[in-house]
């Protein structure tokens, strides 16, 4: 896969005209009827920095609504959410030492392993990819071997698990490179989509299609479970301060949870923290994501977030990156997977 930074630079003009259209006031606040959160800690308050990989928006809601919400500083935690910058590659901040913690998909890890930056996952935190490949059924698309000989809108540095895909099931497919706008798709001019369950599909239903003119297809259900957000940092921070790893898990695990209870609540903090930086946002689509990351974050069958890093979904991408030249050698489970669960 190529550098994701670089495409980002690409994709982000497209998702601020996709996030702002047509917004809607927020509704009077909840926090009235909100918990309320005790601060108080006997903990000394430190300072940690978190890197995301995105502007300011509902994927990230645990971490503003632990800031808002006095649940970090009650773990001793002091945390700087870090403004996202397209132009400065992850791997710059890590050399640099200008972060302690990360929030990244597997695959990106991965890469950056390869790249020489020494990370490890502490916490995995979504258990089932969000990516997906979409058709509308005029198009005749209804099983994944429809889309042979198609045209396939596949966005700039994400083609490794398309192209994976695509070579399992012996699919010509035509892979066109696109930024994050939908209008080829919705255009016709390409017969296949890929996107975000929690994002660009709610975007592409947005734009008028509704969702029973549809046709999904989720890599995960094809067998390309590629895992998505887990905290990452460098293997250091582990060795030398468990008990500050244990307590930065441990209060996002919290401030999710409390994202997950009080949505309402839990949008109106992250529009504060968008206007703040001047990132426009539409309501709406903030709700459908928070709405769908918690099913991401929690599955049918649960009731909390299970934070485990499974030996064979790492297995699985690690092989795939190596079957696609991205990665040069492959590393051990057990060193790239360092869980800081406090056991109570």
């Known amino acids: 896969m190529k550098s994701i930074r670089l495409s980002i630079c690409i994709l982000i003009s497209g998702i601020i005209l996709i996030s702002c259209g047509n917004p809607k006031t927020p509704g009077q606040s909840k926090s009235d009827s909100a918990e309320t959160v ?6 000394p308050l430190r300072t940690v920095r978190l890197l995301p990989y ?13 800031i808002e919400k006095g649940i970090f500083k009650k773990h001793g935690i002091n945390l700087d959410l870090l403004p996202f910058d397209p132009l400065t590659p992850t791997a710059t901040v890590f050399k640099e030492g200008k972060t302690d913690f990360a929030i990244l998909w597997l695959v990106n890890a991965l890469e950056l392993k390869g790249q020489g930056i020494d990370i490890v996952n502490i916490a995995q935190f979504s258990s089932r990819s969000s990516l997906m490949l979409i058709t509308k059924k ?5 099983k994944l071997e429809d889309m042979n000989g198609k045209r396939a809108g596949i966005w700039v540095g994400y ?12 699919m010509n497919v035509e892979i066109v490179p696109i930024g994050s706008t939908n209008n080829l798709f919705l255009q016709d001019g390409v ?6 369950w929690f994002d660009e599909y709610h975007s592409v239903i947005n734009n008028g299609i509704n969702e029973d003119e549809l046709n999904t297809f989720f890599f995960a259900d094809y067998g ?3 895992l998505e957000d887990g905290v990452y940092c460098q293997p250091d921070l582990v060795r030398t301060n468990p008990e500050l790893c244990k307590d930065f898990v441990e209060a996002t695990l919290e401030s999710w949870d409390y994202a997950f209870k009080h949505q309402e609540e839990a949008i109106e903090i992250v529009v504060k923290y ?4 001047n990132q426009p946002v539409n309501i709406s689509h903030q709700e459908w994501m928070l709405s769908h ?14 934070t485990n890093l499974l030996q064979k979904d790492f297995d699985h991408v690690q092989e795939i990156l190596m079957e696609s030249k991205l990665l040069t050698k492959a590393f051990p489970y057990d060193s790239f997977y360092q869980p800081q669960v406090r056991n109570n």
């Open 138 to 142: 005029s198009s005749g698309i209804s």
């Open 38 to 43: 005790e601060t108080d800690t006997s903990k």
């Open 293 to 306: 990351f918690q099913k991401l974050y929690i599955p049918e069958g649960r009731t909390t977030i299970n």
């Open 54 to 66: 995105w502007v300011p928006s509902a994927q990230f809601a645990g971490y503003y609504v632990g």
């Open 159 to 170: 083609e490794t698990q398309p192209r994976a895909l695509f070579k399992k099931f012996n």
């Open 274 to 277: 968008a206007t703040k930086l």
């Open 191 to 196: 017969d296949i989509l890929n996107a975000n």
């Open 224 to 226: 390309f479970n590629f």
